[in-house]
């Protein structure tokens, strides 16, 4: 089992930034690949960033990449999301997810999600 934790989310003007934050316990955190997903009002639960176990290898979705970056510190059992440009289509809960696959976008590759964290972003 691994519990995680959500946290760094708020409200934000457009062109502003934050970073999140997950934590992790439980089992050993190096042993998971770690994602981000977020959800918008009325709108699926989409892909935003995943990183590898040792945090060598990282993909973006498309409509973050250059604004957003994913990285872990493993010494810290933390996972996190700079999000810098942020605009209001970027506001929705933002949730941090662990994987035993290599470095999975896919919901279903994921085992474990956290709570979820609301980030909005005013115009």
């Known amino acids: 089992q691994v519990q995680l934790v959500e946290s760094g989310g708020g409200l934000v003007q457009a062109g502003g930034s934050l970073r999140l934050s997950c934590a992790a316990s439980?089992?050993?955190?190096?042993?998971?690949?770690m994602g981000w997903f977020r959800q918008a009002p009325g709108k699926e639960r989409e892909f935003v960033g995943a990183?590898?176990?040792?945090?060598?290898?990282?993909h973006h979705a498309d409509s973050v990449k250059g604004r957003f970056t994913i990285s872990r510190d493993n010494a810290k059992n933390t996972v996190y999301l700079e999000m810098n440009s942020l605009k209001p289509e970027d506001t929705a809960v933002y949730y941090c997810?662990?994987?035993?696959?290599?470095?999975?976008?896919?919901?279903?590759?994921?085992?474990?999600w956290g709570q979820g964290t609301q980030v909005t972003v005013s115009s």
């Open positions: 997810a662990a994987s035993t696959r290599w470095l999975p976008r896919l919901i279903g590759e994921y085992d474990y």
């Open positions: 990183i590898s176990r040792n945090g060598g290898n990282t």
């Open positions: 439980g089992r050993s955190f190096s042993h998971y690949a």
